[in-house]
């Protein structure tokens, strides 16, 4: 059962490169998340999706676009890289909006743009 | 003021000792609280829901007290595993979105 899985784990961009990140999850999940984790700053919600088809921002959307065109794919989009997206990026699923239900992470995408 | 704040620490214990993390959070409306761990590198993991009249789980003991705004985790005997950064997570009263703290980080020594 592989969970929730990002693609790519690694990545360096020139400002101004586009890029996307995948996100995968193999649970049936209704909820996906996208987070970016900075020192010293915890995780900060970007965009999240309640189901297929839908998106939302999140805490610190500005510079990023999300699709879900499928249930199983949240994709994270960043049209033109700036340093300040320097990051950890993780993705997270969870079974539906309830509070009491945990968030499943990815193992994290760590960005860094030169 | 953050939503979610944590002391970053690290606490520094010996093996076997107890080691308490507060946690305060603004939003009085918030529904449920988490904790979770998260190990160096790597993603963060549900560790323990947080309930009200406070709940136990092996060495591990949560504690929300809502009229101060803070949650509590206390671990007992702590073992070399136990190192990590440890995030308090508050759920807001919509139920649909996590706001994090910045983590305590825990360094269980020999």
Known sequence: NAGVTQTPKFRVLKTGQSM???CAQDMNHEYMYWYRQDPGMGLRLIHYSVGEGTTAKGEV??????SRLKKQN???GLESAAPSQTSVYFCASSEDRKGNQPQHFGDGTRLSIL | R?????????FNVPEGATVAFNCTYSNSASQSFFWYRQDCRKEPKLLMSVYSSGNEDGRFTAQLNRASQYISLLIRDSKLSDS???????CNNAGNMLTF???TRLMVKP
Do not use: M, R, S
């Open chain 2, 101 to 103: 703290g910045g983590g």
């Open chain 2, 84 to 90: 990590a950064t440890y995030l308090c997570v508050v």
């Open chain 1, 74 to 76: 949240f994709l994270l």
């Open chain 1, 61 to 66: 959307p500005d510079g990023y676009n999300v």
């Open chain 1, 20 to 22: 996307t990140l995948l």
């Open chain 2, 2 to 10: 953050k939503e979610v704040e944590q002391d970053p620490g690290p």
